[in-house]
């Protein structure tokens, strides 16, 4: 059965950094782009961050620029999303998911997106 899982999340501190995993099963992840999104309390669902297949292209939400990184190891069959100098609006429950006409560029758009992992809570707190 192809399936992506998240971990990585928890609680860290304001400043603190993360490193979100989202590893899959079943399938090749590197013939599709990855994207990472989240869902703070209350609110609706948004794209965070998301890497093409083929040239791994990246796009990322202002809200993130400059201190989150996606990337990819093909070897592992997973795409991480490292997490630096995490904020209270930050918290979450961060989904990955894999977009199958992603080559060479990606976009945040949930409709895109099919086989989405659990979902893992992120807690920035102090």
């Known amino acids: 059965q192809e399936a992506v899982v998240e971990s990585g999340g928890g609680l860290v501190q304001p400043g603190g950094s993360l490193r979100r995993s989202c590893a899959a099963s079943?399938?090749?992840?590197?013939?599709?782009?990855v994207g990472w999104f989240r869902q703070a309390p209350g609110q609706g669902l948004e794209g965070v961050s998301c890497?093409?297949?083929?040239?791994?292209?990246?796009v990322y939400a202002d809200a993130v620029k400059g201190r989150f990184t996606i990337s990819r190891d093909r070897a592992k069959n997973t795409v991480y999303l490292q997490m630096n100098n995490l904020k209270a609006e930050d918290t979450a429950v961060y989904y990955c998911?894999?977009?199958?006409?992603?080559?060479?560029?990606?976009?945040?758009?949930?409709?895109?997106?099919?086989?989405w992992g659990q979902g893992t809570q992120v807690i920035v707190s102090s």
């Open positions: 998911a894999r977009d199958p006409k992603g080559l060479n560029m990606c976009v945040l758009r949930e409709y895109r997106y099919a086989t």
């Open positions: 079943g399938f090749p992840l590197e013939y599709y782009a």
């Open positions: 890497i093409s297949s083929g040239e791994d292209n990246t």
